[in-house]
């Protein structure tokens, strides 16, 4: 057992009437009940949603600049404000928008940080000088091949002018090319599920979404079933979003039980599911969101990549290769 493991059986038995084992029993089961697709960790927390009980599992996860990866799990910088570059503002038709891109720095390094919509009206009092604290940002490459992180959320950031930088160096920030709609067919790892609910239920009529079986335009319906989840999918080259509909989020996830999938909602992220980090033969149509000026991929068919059996394929062409060689 895992110090991780520990820690979470001692924490909710601590604000529960269970024993350890009782406790341990009830995660494992919960585990079976979810086809072994979340972790015990994952199941803990359900388990402990179910009693009531509630688990803080804080992401403390500080890295410096240079450390910062194209693939990985969710992490926090501290930086330094070194450079910083006007408001842009677009619009189209789905709305308006507006990216400020500013460079942050710490002992190590430095990197491009770039501030979406609301983020850009929360911080509009910023300035070069400031230390500021970027937590579970989104990672991209731009087309010079530099890492920048992008922030969508008024969480990824804030200024925190007491905590102390040193800042080693300073950097530039070039802009990204637009792309064009086309379709694409690849193989790619799976690095992170947004957390959003998943399944819904929309009025037949005017596809809408309903509530408790009530249309708001035409009251009580037979709801039609929808399922949603996006994420970010990684081929080494490139890095996009990826959004996956309906039975498509079922052979993700490869559950089909709709409540089985409600239960997963509930999880404080999705780290825990074993599809992620999976790699994935994925095709689909690939669009630039007009909102956040992003490529996005709709997946539409998504299987599984045996890449132990793959790496065999090899092997053996190599072989036959190699002896037909001699
Ligand atoms: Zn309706």
């Not at 922030?151 to 102390?164: G, T």
């Not at 599809?275 to 000026?293: A, D, P």
Request: with cysteine.
């Amino acid at each position: 057992m895992t110090g991780e493991k520990d820690k979470i059986l001692e924490e909710i038995g601590k604000k529960s009437s269970l024993s350890r084992e009782e406790l341990e029993k009830k995660i494992i089961a919960k585990q079976e009940e979810l086809d072994n697709i979340v972790s015990f960790e994952g199941a803990a927390y359900l388990i402990a949603d179910e009693l009531n009980v509630s688990v803080v599992k804080k992401q403390d996860n500080f890295v410096k600049i240079k450390d910062i990866k194209k693939i990985m799990p969710d992490f926090n910088i501290w930086g330094k404000i070194i450079q910083m570059f006007d408001v842009n503002e677009f619009e189209n038709e789905r709305g308006s928008g507006k990216v400020q891109n500013v460079i942050v720095a710490d002992e190590s390094g430095s990197i491009g940080l770039s501030l979406w919509n609301e983020v850009v009206d929360l911080n509009s009092g910023l300035k070069i000088g400031d230390v500021v604290k970027v937590e579970n940002s989104r990672v991209r490459e731009n087309n010079f091949g530099n890492l920048e992180l992008r922030c969508f959320n008024k969480e990824n950031v804030c200024v925190d002018n007491e905590k102390k930088i040193d800042v080693a160096v300073s950097g530039t920030m070039q802009a990204s090319q637009p792309v064009q709609s086309n379709s694409i067919e690849g193989d790619y790892y799976l690095i992170s599920l947004r957390k959003k609910p998943i399944v819904y239920y929309l009025c037949p009529q005017c596809r809408k979404k309903i509530t408790d079986g009530v249309c708001q335009t035409h009251g009580k319906v037979e709801g039609n079933l929808f399922m949603v989840m996006s994420g970010i999918i990684d081929n080494g080259v490139d890095r996009v979003d990826a959004v996956f509909f309906n039975t498509i989020v079922s052979d993700l996830l490869g559950i089909e039980d709709v409540e089985k999938i409600r239960q997963i909602e509930k999880l404080p992220n999705y780290l825990n599911l074993s599809c992620m980090g999976n790699f994935y033969h994925i095709s689909g149509t690939v669009k630039e969101n007009s909102f956040t000026k992003e490529d996005e991929i709709t997946v539409r068919k998504i299987e599984l990549v045996d890449i132990a059996g793959k790496t065999k394929e090899l092997e053996e062409k190599f072989s036959e290769i190699k002896s037909a060689g001699e």
